[in-house]
């Protein structure tokens, strides 16, 4: 079969991967699934992978099949699978774990001993079929398309996580900060609206981002490019906000914590690339919270896709041929996908 790999890291993202032609996968454990990918979401991941930003955290044997936002049909299962059968529609939960260490029985999916993650250590979906296993597979509710919502399997799951914890976090009547409003943000604020009784207040440099961050449920917006972002949430949330979501992670804005929420407020950083340099103090004095984001629970993929198809979170999309897949990857780097880009294998 054909996939789309990685021979080795590169800033070069026009020419980053591959096209090779390639073993389809079987299953070797009695829980393996194999599954013919009909949409592969591209991720800001994957240009961090190809620049080598993951090498210091995961093993990845190189060449290997980039593509962690997987759905489509159910081609083989291994002996022991009995909750799905061939032909059947799922998304595929990015990490495949083995159900018995501790952190499985607690329910921690992410925190796996034993796990594999097709895509960041094993070969991933950008190919016609993927490997992975019974655990990570959830079927699709009737009338969802497995294009339409693969990045759900990532990006959308890693959102919807974030919007879970402010959701038990928050009363009715607190204000929320959405930080940045573009592939991961803009699911996360249709979470949180249909979530949560909250005043969400949307901050983006791009007019784009802060019109849709409007059309999906924010109350207010913020323009960090015209305003003074202290000054403008201290107005809208009078002396500020319960909860901070941080999709875009930069230098800048994992500086908001202090300055924009209230005492006992958490800042969830969901995207990364910057760093956090703030005095000790600032979380001392008021008991502020960095907390990290990790994708999420195989039981929060499944209450996305309850979320999608009662029609609460919808995904902004474009399509892609296999063929462009380099292209994806420029384009993405200079900031040029609105929402997120879906590669569909041959
Ligand atoms: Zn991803
Ligand atoms: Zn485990």
Redesign the pocket.
Known sequence: MEAARLHAYTHEMDEALSFDTVDAPQPTHPTHVVVRVAGAGWCQTDNHIIEGMWDPYVDQPLPMTLGHENAGEVVATGEAVTTVTEGDQVICHPQA?????R??RQGEDMY????FFPGLDTDGGFAEQLLTNERAVIPLPDGVDPVDIAPHADAGITAYHAAKKVARAVDPGDHVLVVGVGGLGHIGLQALAAMTATHITAIDVKAEARALARELGADATVDPTSEDVVAAVDAITDGGAAQLVDFVGSDVTTGYASDLLRAGGDHHVVGYGGHIHVPAQDLISNEVAYRGTLVGRYTELQELMALVAMDAVTLRSERFGFDAINEVAARLEAGKIEGRAVITPP
């Open positions: 774990t083995c159900g018995v260490c952190p499985c796996c001993e034993a796990s």
